[in-house]
């Protein structure tokens, strides 16, 4: 039996049917639930955008991410297609009564200027935890170089190194990947806290950590 669709009077032998209407008229519907302008937060010091809980550089898989953030609450997948500074190309398919819409839209990406809280930290001079590393010159270069990799990859940072008598003292924005990358690398530094503040009731240390190479 020939169906036809309620809202265009397309009929099932000439194009597919999702439940009750055409694919045209579901797609075309969907479609208008998907804004055609998304702000993105973009850091003008970094070039980074944000992403939910942190900032990212800018690919398919971040852009995706932050463009989710402020897409209807549907449940749809989706793909960024193609994209430049001022557009994205995107493929969604959504469940519905009936079988699965695909449809594609271009959106335009407005970029919202920002300082990171990264990049804020860095020009501050944040840090939360102080690497005395004493010892031999060229080992001490080496384990600063890793641990400076290490931070940056995942987005944590070196605040300043400060060369000082027998060594270095390496400022660093996060001390839970700062002790991450001793034991990945079995160093055992001797430890000791000072109290920087108080938040919130709760007192917040910086840390400190000797380690001879």
């Known amino acids: 039996m020939i169906k036809h669709c309620p ?12 439940g009750e209407f055409c694919e045209f008229c579901v ?12 702000k993105l937060s973009y850091c003008k010091r970094c070039g980074r955008i944000r992403i939910p809980g942190r900032h990212s550089e800018i690919d398919r898989m971040s852009l995706m991410s932050a463009i989710k953030m402020q897409l209807p609450k549907i449940k749809m997948e989706s793909e960024v297609l193609s994209y430049d500074e001022k557009s ?24 919202k200027h920002e300082i990171c809280k990264d990049c804020l930290r ?4 944040y840090f939360e935890a102080t690497v005395q590393l004493r010892g031999d010159a060229e080992v001490i270069q080496r384990v600063m170089r890793k641990l400076t990799t290490f931070l940056e990859e995942r987005d944590a940072f070196v605040a300043k190194a400060e060369k000082v008598q027998g060594g270095w003292d390496i400022y660093t924005s996060d001390k839970r990947l700062t002790n991450v990358f001793f034991r990945l690398h079995e160093l055992n530094p001797k ?3 000072t109290l920087f503040t108080v938040r919130e009731g709760k007192p917040v240390y910086r840390d400190t950590y000797a380690i001879r190479v």
């Open 7 to 18: 809202t265009c009077n397309r009929t099932s032998d000439k194009t597919r049917f999702i």
């Open 27 to 38: 797609t075309d519907r969907l479609r208008k639930h998907v804004p055609d302008i998304i």
């Open 88 to 111: 994205a190309n995107i493929e969604f398919m959504v469940a519905v009564p009936g079988g699965f819409a695909k449809f594609t839209k271009d959106i335009g990406l407005k970029m």
């Open 122 to 125: 860095k020009s501050s001079g």
């Open 191 to 193: 430890k000791s806290y």
